[in-house]
């Protein structure tokens, strides 16, 4: 990490940090404090970010990115995390997070929530605070509705904001080829641009998903109205992986990535390839992502 002496640093761990998808998104209704009541099936997935994460003898909070420009310091919410948590252990350390950023930055895809999510858990044991999953919950939470969720650690469904969560088996397998076209798009824009049409009746969801026909049957995001309205070429994207063979297609969050659903890898490492090869588009391929403990290691 730029400017951290090896004399400075008394402990460090390597962190991965899961981008997320939400199979379904449904807006159930809007709360009296401005926030919708959400009902959605998520899913972490193998494409992360890499944190280096050290506690340090001085009393401070450094953030620097490699990938994408991010603020520094507590400006940036894995900052914000980290100093959290310096706060319940009395300050007596600093810590420095080096993050290679490698999901795309305000894409739909919850990057920011999974370094804050990774940092929160990863300091709760260097710096030996004993939290359990319900006090790290809380903490996430006053960071950021989609926290808790990455803390949680599996496939969820997630209602309220996105905070209060139920686990959510997933029996079948599926290979995700994602399309970011390379424009952020805020998620407080998306929702206050948002028209309820619908009472949430979408959102019956059964206890678990079991096939793939399950899983292709799900697919739905109430917040595509709005942003594909604005964004048009997300359209053009989702003809792109139709035409290369995705057996369904949805926005990521509030957008504007892209994913398509592929039952075999081969048909989805084609199309990642050919779709790169004909654009300027990021494009990434993805498993879910299995490991119940987030993989940390000093």
Known sequence: MTGTGNKE???EKICWAPAKLNLCLHVVGKRPDGYH????VMQRISLCDRLRICLLKE?????????AELPEGTANLAGRAAKQLLDLAGEKWGVA???????PVAAGLGGGSSDAATVLMALNEML???LDFNALRGQGRALG???PFFIFGG????EGIGDILTDYPIGTEAHYVLVNPGFPVSTAWVYQNLVLTSKGDEANLGPSLRTYSDLLRLLRNDLEAVTVGNYPILDDVKRELLGFGADGVLMCGSGPTVFGVFQNRRAASRA?????AKSSWQVFQARPFREKVRVCFS
């Open 155 to 158: 496939p969820a469904l997630a």
């Open 9 to 11: 640093i008394t402990m």
């Open 59 to 67: 009393k401070e909070v450094r953030v620097v990115s490699r990938g």
């Open 145 to 147: 509705a989609d926290v």
């Open 97 to 103: 997070i080096d993050i290679e950023k490698r999901i």
């Open 128 to 130: 030996d605070l004993r």
């Open 37 to 40: 009541d959400l009902r959605m």
């Open 272 to 276: 990642a390839v050919e779709i790169a």
